[in-house]
């Protein structure tokens, strides 16, 4: 369970030296163990087996009631001063401290499990000349390990050598940085020619000088030295834990950073210690409160001092006092004594209460089956049950883009081809007619290569593709054509597209499933099966894409010889380079991709051009005398595009849609309603994150959107200062910061900063190298002014670490509650950095969920954890502590009224068992009855009307100014509680003539009184009643009374005399009428006002939550929310190519190495499921379709 070394260091003091260079040599273990670089086991628990007892009584004791019960309990053990036995509160200390600790032990036995089990996962690793099987745990810094495909990588490596041509290996990084799309990595020459040798890896002895670790997951600087040759290294030849090896039969490499000092690791964040803001509130009121136990104790000793001294020998007769006691000492005891007496004003009942409701409403969470995702078996978990009410206090949220907002899913949803519009469609009005899961769907069974997975609606484009339209038979076989698709034959007959971007494998799938499938390719050829007919193009040159280009395009000869410029990508850069014919086509394209864009589609337009045979040839040797310099390659090559990429024919243009998960939009307007603000911290481009955001209705036509994308932190300062002058001319130039102490002892200094009033809607949106300047402490609250300024705050391109380093500036500044919600291991550093983390089960893993406090399957069932769930706590925990504060103010308030006629001697004006069952029998029931099933409204309505949620986050129901109000109604209360029946009993008799005053009878009358009250104002506080509240009242109630008959009995007198001293009290008292009506009168008394000022308050100042209460009795109860067909904007946004899109791929789909040299065996039919060389988790090989026998791989 870990090892006490590391803490019994840092609790001497030991700080591990900073690392400022990593030196190590490959296979040479003692070399590199000189270094004492940590080996690769990871701990994400809290405690192990030594530490767990300290550290977890340590954060128990953080709580200043649990020293104040030890206080107690200190005192209770001195007899002079001591009313109650030591072990009443010793046992209710412990039971509290049990029940935490086993809750404690049980959440890090889980996160032991989880490090348990990669830990233990296995690799194979050289040693000794020899590969072995050996656990994560046991790898060392300048190991060579072997990864086999769909492997995760075990450390972060070097990459040494690889199955594939250029010893490339593909690595999906959806763990690192949310993108699910391929990321190609290549290994020097130099390691790579060891191959798969086993003599050669054990011989190589490079050493390595880089970086120490760190959590920039873009940057690695090092450098290998082989032979004395040294050589660069950069990211693209290193390998992050966290990755998956895809597509690559295996590579090896060598160990860099292990376990902790793993980017991965690095960018985790370390877990913390989480309690509600409600949980800060408490310890400052129990410390007030104990302030105000010890300024009462001290009136009532002092007023003890001057009764002893004034009237106390009088008694002297009756009460001789104790040798060597005067009236000073005598005071200083009974000061204690009434500590002891008074104590129940913060009783240690309230914390076993809190618990237990905290953990009840966690288990509705997991029982809602509102919130269980049937297709993935998912239900809502609560993996924390302290957290509760916080969901309903929640100001912020910050939230992944890809896998939380989207399903990591690109469908091609329409298409314009030649002026017409396909992929919608329409009434026999012209009206919209919405798509859903029961609209028919195009029948693909003509097509037997057809992807199943794919759906389209528009039975239109079918035919005309299937009646021979040449038009829409180009435009089909260019997307089949034009891009850098890698196709995969993962088992016989299906064939399968790795992608580096998603649109594309999207796009190609699409022409799959019109007729025209991409097969293979090969350096020189692209096959593609055109209606059923093999057809095989000769590739002469791809004109790769990049940032700038924005577009890409392919030259290739058809059998019959013709050559063709296929060109795709964004509509502003190929409309530049068409052929003026094209001017009206052009227009009727625009107004498509305007229709597109207002959907939050993300397009492309296509486009052709026939080639003449000669220029060809002359543009392909400028083509290869260009591609061999060195100097100036890249502008002479993009010269050469230009020239050959103008005059081109339109086609049409393709909209792709990034599938929101299902009701992200209306999550996203209910939340927004609620005065929660939303910012969007994602690692994908600016143009996708934008497209999501216009999508999910955070961006709006209407929003001036304020993009910072400077370089250096001048030009970061001077965008946002634009931004903000634009929003707010007339905000001062520095922030309204507001400087305070808070928490306990006052002793934490904060900062607030305030935000500024605009008018307007505004977004403002950054990339993650101006958030890099943006966090540094001269500008980060200028990032902060500006940013909450804006409605919508979208951070592009952002590591995980400034994913938290984001939450925690609006943490520090703000002094508002957060909330995380992301699901892959790059959200994790966030979730752990906010008041509250959500994990969604989704794609990318489970170290979201595993690091979370809430988890779920969809994004959609946030509202209603925050709207339902997390209203219900707050206000659940709210009335509970209210009242339990104002029955228990009450109960010892008595004690202070009664002390002025019992000579200050801290005599308890209750029977003593009403006090030792008041807290822990009576009361407790009815309390935790409307603290588990009370509701202002029902989950419906509290999801229709958001703007119930708003008093949470201003902290409306609970706070300081709540309590002192909650004392002044004790106060009133218990005056009215003791004075009532003083006044009724004084001086009168029964009606036999005997006195009733006595001391007994009156205690009697007093705690009924008392019960009664308390009661009433339990049914006053309660809006939700159900049979179980009833039962839990009433039966309280009638326990009181049968206990008290009972413990007033003859019976009970006769066998404990001393323990039951109030023999009769009972039967003589409650038979008198006139006691009962003082019972009547005292509950009037105390009902009547609150009923009174209630009732005031709400027909003059109600609140939100009154006037849908209100409308609750009047109108029926609404229905689930019904899913609306989006209105359609007007606008000229219109998405860019390729986002996810990165260059590079087009030189190795063109390169003569790019087949691996063995041959391979062909299939001897196209369209029947026979023997193929290609199975799953093999090797990826590419070849052309031919009609003859190859031989088979060696």
């Known amino acids: 369970m870990g090892s006490v070394v590391p803490y019994i260091g840092q609790l001497c003091g030991q700080q591990k030296n900073q690392e400022v260079e990593r030196h190590l040599r490959a296979n040479d273990r003692t070399f590199n163990l000189s270094y004492h670089y940590a080996n690769n086991a990871i701990k994400t628990s809290k405690y192990n087996i030594f530490t767990f007892l300290p550290l977890n009584l340590f954060e128990q004791f953080r709580r200043l009631a649990n020293c104040f019960f030890l206080f107690l309990f200190t005192l209770q053990l001195i007899p002079q001063i001591s009313s109650l036995a030591w072990f009443t509160t010793a046992a209710l200390l412990i039971l509290v401290l049990s029940i935490t600790a086993v809750k404690d032990a049980t959440d890090d036995l889980n996160r032991h499990k989880s490090d348990n089990e990669v830990n233990t996962r296995e690799v194979s690793i050289l040693v000794d000349g020899e590969f072995r099987t050996e656990k994560w745990m046991n790898v060392q810094i300048g190991d060579v390990i072997k990864l086999e495909n769909n492997q ?51 011989r190589f002895n490079g050493e390595i000088k880089c970086e120490p670790p760190n959590n920039r997951l873009e940057i690695f600087k090092g450098t290998l030295t082989v032979d004395g040759q040294m050589y660069s290294l950069d990211n693209g030849r290193v390998l992050l834990r966290g990755c998956t090896l895809r597509n690559t039969e295996w590579c090896f490499g060598l160990v860099i950073f292990g376990g902790p000092d793993t ?16 949980d800060h509130l408490m310890n400052i009121l129990v410390l007030c409160i104990f302030v105000f136990l010890l300024s009462m104790c001290s009136v009532l000793a002092i007023g003890h001092g001057v009764w002893e001294m004034k009237e106390g020998s009088v008694f002297t007769v009756f009460l001789p006092p104790e040798t060597g006691i005067d009236a000073p000492l005598s005071s200083f ?38 919130m269980y995702y049937p297709k993935s078996d998912t239900p809502a978990q609560a993996r924390t ?31 314009s081809i030649n002026g017409k519009s396909y992929g919608e469609l329409l009434d026999i009005s012209g009206e919209r007619i919405e798509i859903t899961e029961n609209t028919p769907r195009v029948d693909f069974s003509w097509n037997q290569l057809a992807d199943p997975k794919f759906i389209f609606h528009d039975h239109n484009l079918v035919e005309i593709v299937r009646e021979g339209n040449l038009k829409a038979q180009a435009f089909f076989r260019l997307l089949a054509l034009c891009h850098t698709v890698m196709p995969e034959e993962k088992k016989q007959g ?99 991709l305007n229709e597109y864009a207002c959907d939050g589609l993300r397009t492309l337009v296509l486009a052709y051009k026939d080639l003449d045979e000669s220029y060809v040839k002359e543009w392909m040797q400028c083509h290869h005398e260009a591609s061999t310099i060195i100097e100036e390659r890249d502008e002479k090559l993009d010269k050469l595009y230009e020239e050959i990429e103008k005059d081109l024919l339109l086609l049409g243009a393709t909209a792709v849609e990034d599938k929101l ?59 946002l200062l634009s931004a903000r002058k634009k929003m707010c001319p007339g905000a001062a130039e520095e922030p309204n910061v507001t400087k305070a102490r808070a928490g306990l002892l006052w002793l934490r200094k904060t900062e607030t900063v305030h935000d500024d009033k605009v008018d307007g809607k505004y977004a403002l949106v950054i990339n993650g190298h101006s958030l890099a300047f943006a966090l540094e402490k001269g500008l980060e609250l200028e990032l902060l002014r500006t940013a909450c300024m804006c409605q919508t705050v979208i951070c592009c391109r952002v590591t995980p670490l400034q994913k938290a380093q984001v939450v925690k500036l609006v943490k520090k500044y703000k002094q508002a509650v957060t909330l995380a919600i992301g699901d892959g291991a790059n959200d994790v550093s966030m979730i752990k950095a906010a008041h509250i983390g959500v994990g969604i089960s989704g794609q990318e893993g489970m170290q ?53 006629f019992c000579g200050f001697s801290a005599q308890t004006v209750y029977d003593q068992w009403f006090v030792s069952m008041y807290n822990v029998v009576y009361t407790v029931l009815p309390v935790l009855g409307m603290s588990l099933f009370d509701q202002d ?120 005399a001393s323990v039951f001293p109030f023999i009769g009290t009972a039967r003589n008292t409650l038979s008198q009428p006139n006691l009962w009506l003082t019972i009547f009168l005292t509950c009037l008394l105390c009902g009547l006002p609150v009923v009174a000022f209630r009732f005031t308050i709400i027909q003059l100042w109600p609140t939100i939550n009154d006037k849908v209460r209100h409308k609750v009795r009047e109108e029926p109860l609404p229905g689930p929310a019904t899913r609306r067909l989006p209105a359609r904007r007007i606008s000229t946004r219109r998405s860019s190519y390729a986002f996810s899109h990165t260059h590079g791929y087009g030189d190795l789909v063109t390169s003569r190495r790019f087949l691996l040299k063995c041959p391979l065996k062909s299939r001897n039919t196209l369209f029947k499921q026979t023997n193929s060389p290609l199975a799953q988790n093999q090797p990826q090989l590419y070849r052309a379709i031919t009609g003859e026998s190859e031989q088979q791989p060696r």
């Open 333 to 370: 005891l009974c000061f204690w004594s009434y500590v002891i007496l008074l104590n129940t004003v913060v009783p240690m009942s309230l914390f076993v209460s809190v618990e237990a409701i905290r953990l009840v409403n966690s288990y509705y969470i997991d029982w809602d089956r509102k």
């Open 263 to 278: 980017k991965l690791m690095q960018n985790s964040g370390k877990t913390t210690f989480k309690r509600t803001s409600i």
């Open 661 to 719: 998960q299902d009701g992200v939009p209306q999550t996203i307007e209910q939340l927004a309603k609620a005065d929660i603000k939303i910012w969007v911290l994602t690692g994908d481009k600016q143009e996708t994150a934008e497209n999501i955001g216009y999508s999910c209705n955070m961006l709006q036509e209407e929003m001036d959107v304020f993009v910072v994308s400077a370089n250096t932190a001048e030009g970061v300062k001077e965008e």
């Open 937 to 1056: 409204v029902n989950d419906r309505w509290s999801s229709q009307y958001p703007q119930l949620y708003s008093p949470g986050p201003l902290n409306i129901y609970f706070n300081k100014k709540a309590m002192v109000c909650c004392m002044i109604h004790s106060c009133y209360s218990s005056l009215i509680v003791f004075f009532i029946p003083w006044a009724a009993m004084h001086n009168t008799v029964a009606d036999n003539g005997k006195d009733t005053a006595d001391y007994q009878s009156f205690a009697l009358v007093v705690q009924t009184c008392l019960l009664i009250v308390v009661n009433i104002q339990l049914c006053l506080d309660t809006h939700y009643w159900t049979a179980v509240n009833q039962s839990f009242m009433w039966g309280s109630l009638v326990f009181y009374f049968a206990t008290t008959f009972a413990m007033h009995s003859n019976d009970m007198f006769s066998i404990f």
């Open 152 to 202: 995760f990588v075990t450390a972060d490596l070097l990459l040494l050598s690889s199955s594939e041509p250029l010893n490339v290996v593909y690595v999906k990084t959806a763990e690192l940085d949310g993108e699910t799309n391929l990321k190609m990595k290549q290994a020097l020459t130099v390691t790579g020619r060891m191959g798969d040798s086993t003599e050669a890896l054990a």
């Open 848 to 900: 979201a969920v595993l690091s979370s406090d809430f988890s779920f399957a969809q994004f959609r069932y946030l509202q209603r954890l925050l709207l339902v769930h997390g209203r219900w706590s707050y206000l659940r925990i709210s009335k509970f502590l209210q009242y339990f504060f104002y029955k228990n103010f009450t109960f010892t308030f008595v004690h202070v009224w009664y002390a002025f």
């Open 494 to 592: 299906a064939l399968y597209y790795q992608a580096q971007s998603p649109d594309e494998g999207a796009l190609v799938t699409a022409a799959r499933n019109f007729g025209f499938m991409f097969h293979s390719r090969t350096p020189e050829t692209i096959t593609v099966v055109e209606m059923e007919k093999l057809v095989i193009y000769e590739l002469l040159a791809v004109l790769d894409f990049n940032n700038v280009r924005k577009r890409m395009s392919v030259i290739v000869r058809n059998p019959e010889g013709k050559l063709t410029l296929y060109c795709k990508g964004a509509d502003t850069i190929i409309f530049e380079r068409l052929h003026t014919s094209c001017n009206t086509l052009m227009g009727v394209t625009t107004e498509h």
């Open 385 to 415: 049950t302290t957290l509760n009410e916080e969901l309903g206090q929640i100001k912020y949220i910050f939230s992944d883009k890809t896998g939380t907002l989207t399903r990591n899913i690109m469908t091609f949803n329409k298409c």
